[in-house]
Nanobody
Framework: EVRLVESGGGLVQPGESLRLSCTGS????????MGWARQGPGEALEWVSQIYNNGGLAWYADSVKGRFTISRDNAKNTLYLQLNSLKIEDTAMYFC?????????????????RGQGTQVTVAA
């Protein structure tokens, strides 16, 4: 059974940082691309970032480019998202998403397996 468990969310002020983690089990983590998606209040689930299975290629949404960094440690079956210079509009539930192949592709993230999410709240 695929299991994805996110952690690291919290309440921070604008400009601060957080590091999200996601541990995967029930599948061979190193063989599949992974991603982060988020859902803000009253909004649809949207992609934030994606990374190839070997970490060699990554993609970022324009809204987070230059502020967020995705990475992975395949030895630990763990995906990370470093969130810097957080803005109020980054407030959302953040989900770890699993692809079915080594490369990522652009589909509705709601159609892919994801964890329960970790809440990030940015408020002054």
């Amino acid at each position: 059974e695929v299991r994805l468990v996110e952690s690291g969310g919290g309440l921070v002020q604008p400009g601060e940082s957080l590091r999200l983690s996601c541990t995967g089990s029930g599948f061979t983590f190193s063989l599949v691309a992974m991603g982060w998606a988020r859902q803000g209040p009253g909004e649809a689930l949207e992609w934030v970032s994606q990374i190839y299975n070997n970490g060699g290629l990554a993609w970022y949404a324009d809204s987070v480019k230059g502020r967020f960094t995705i990475s992975r440690d395949n030895a630990k079956n763990t995906l990370y998202l470093q969130l810097n210079s957080l803005k109020i509009e980054d407030t959302a539930m953040y989900f770890c998403v699993k692809f079915s192949s080594g490369g990522y592709y652009f589909v509705n993230p709601a159609t892919l397996p994801r964890g329960q999410g970790t809440q990030v709240t940015v408020a002054a």
